[in-house]
Every structure is written in structure tokens, then in C-alpha cells.
């Protein structure tokens, strides 16, 4: 009986053949996302707006493992007449989209006194309209599918970080935008985000990416964990709640070492 049901439920939750949009995938946390749910059966569109080569080596990967399961768009997502037009790409690759992945993000400090109308615009279009309105185009896709939609959160989202505010309401707003969602547009589709901690540190010039080690091992110590975590932690937290997660919606999965114990 045990193997039956398991058996089952196997069979129930397999993403054979299925296709997620993964915005922002050409690099780091989106790249290792798109790798772990190609491996799972996925057929994978890997979005990049600047990282185009990265994102044709990280496709020409998947499909040599697999014949015609990835395919790369190219898009700046701070172009809201694109939206629409965008998702119907997506779905033109393989006949139907099964999962959105709200990856990419625009991060950089902005201390009081400091900020500008431009540093708003790029820090709220990248973490809270785009996923809006790409989820927005999506729906209906996504409805004929019994989909999910999984937004990419930050743990500071619900705690603040210092020099931040327009990052950390960005975040927020992404956050209510989850929980909206949900209401919207279930019972057809699910709507959850991922809030990571500290997993990789920032890759450009920035202030937080400069960071002494010294502060960067405060930061570590922060953690419940004592550690930083990987890209796959994160990886592994999406493909949860695409593949198991058929009676979640509507939530905010901290993957952060226990960083919100002691934040």
C-alpha cells in the first residue's frame, strides 16, 4: 500500500515535460534554479536582459543533456509595453507555461538623503512591478495549467536593513503582492515566494560587495546556522514548492540559516 501511494504521488507531482520561465537565469541563483528544474524534467526559458552569453552557454548545457528543453529570451523587463508580448513568447516555445519564476532583481543601497527618483524606479520596476505584470500576463497561461507563480523575496522584506529603504520596501511590496496573488488567482494557481538570506554576496562594484571579511563573518555568526548557504539551497526551496507543495499558497519560505532569529 505504502509503495502504491508513493508510487502515485510520484506520478502526480512529475515535471516531465512541463516548462518554467525563470526571469534573471543566465547567473548565479536563477542559473543554478534552472538547472535543478531542467534535472527534475523541466523544460527551461532562460530570461537575461545583459548576461546574453551566459545565457546561451548555460542553454546550450541543458540541451545537450536534453534535446530541446531550453531555449534563452532576451528582454529588459523595466519595459512595461513588453509584458504581454514577453509571456506570449514564453509560451509560443513549447504550447503552455506551467511555472514563472520571478528572479530577477536590481539591488544597491540607498541611504536617507541620498535617494533619487531613478534609484526608485530601478530598485521598485525590477523587485516589485515587473513580477506584478509579468504574473498579470501569465495568468491565464497559468490557469489552464494548475500553475505557480514563485516570486523572488529577500529576508529583509520583513526585517529592514540599514541604508536600504527603497530595496527593503521593494521587497515588501513583493511580499503583499505574493499574498494578493494567492487570493486572486487561486484555486487555479499557486502563489508563493522564496526569501533567502545570506547566500552569495553581491557580484558587482558596490559597497556590499566591498564588504571586510570581518563584517561579512558578523553577518554569518547572525545565522542560527553559522554559515553561508548555497545557490542550490535556494534552488532545491523552488523546485519544493513547484513539484510538492500542491496545498501551499499564499507564503513566504525564509531559506536563511535561522538569520530571522537574530536579525
Not at 523552488?238 to 507564503?251: N, P, S
Request: net charge neutral; glycine share 6%.
Amino acid at each position: 500500500m505504502g509503495q502504491a501511494v508513493s508510487k502515485m504521488y510520484s506520478n502526480a507531482n512529475s515535471l516531465n515535460g512541463k516548462t518554467a520561465l525563470i526571469t534573471g537565469s543566465a547567473k548565479r541563483i536563477g542559473a543554478c534554479t534552472a538547472r535543478v528544474l531542467h534535472q527534475a524534467g523541466m523544460n527551461i526559458i532562460i530570461h537575461c536582459h545583459r548576461s546574453t552569453r551566459a545565457a546561451w552557454l548555460l542553454a546550450a548545457d541543458l540541451n545537450a543533456e536534453r534535446e530541446n528543453s531550453a531555449r534563452v529570451m532576451q528582454a529588459d523587463l523595466n519595459d512595461e509595453t513588453i509584458y504581454t508580448e514577453f509571456i506570449q513568447q514564453a509560451i509560443n516555445g513549447w504550447g503552455q507555461l506551467d511555472a514563472l519564476i520571478n528572479n530577477a532583481s536590481t539591488f544597491f543601497s540607498t541611504p536617507v538623503g541620498s535617494i533619487t527618483l531613478d534609484d526608485w524606479n530601478k530598485l521598485i520596476n525590477s523587485n516589485m512591478k515587473a513580477p506584478l505584470f509579468l504574473s498579470q500576463a501569465a495568468a491565464p497561461a497559468l490557469k489552464k495549467q494548475q500553475g505557480c507563480i514563485i516570486n523572488m523575496a529577500d529576508i529583509h522584506a520583513l526585517q529592514p536593513m540599514r541604508e536600504h529603504p527603497v530595496y527593503c520596501a521593494a521587497k515588501a511590496g513583493l511580499v503583499m503582492i505574493t499574498r494578493s496573488l494567492a487570493k486572486e488567482l487561486g484555486p487555479e494557481i499557486r502563489v508563493n515566494a522564496v526569501a533567502p538570506g545570506a547566500i552569495l554576496w553581491p557580484e558587482d562594484n558596490s559597497t556590499e560587495n566591498n564588504l571586510p571579511d570581518k563584517i561579512r563573518q558578523s553577518i554569518i555568526e547572525r545565522t542560527a546556522l553559522k554559515r553561508t548557504g548555497m545557490p542550490e539551497d535556494i534552488a532545491r526551496a523552488i523546485l519544493f514548492l513547484v513539484r510538492d507543495a500542491d496545498y501551499i499558497t499564499g507564503q513566504i519560505l525564509p531559506v536563511d540559516g535561522g538569520r530571522l532569529l537574530n536579525i
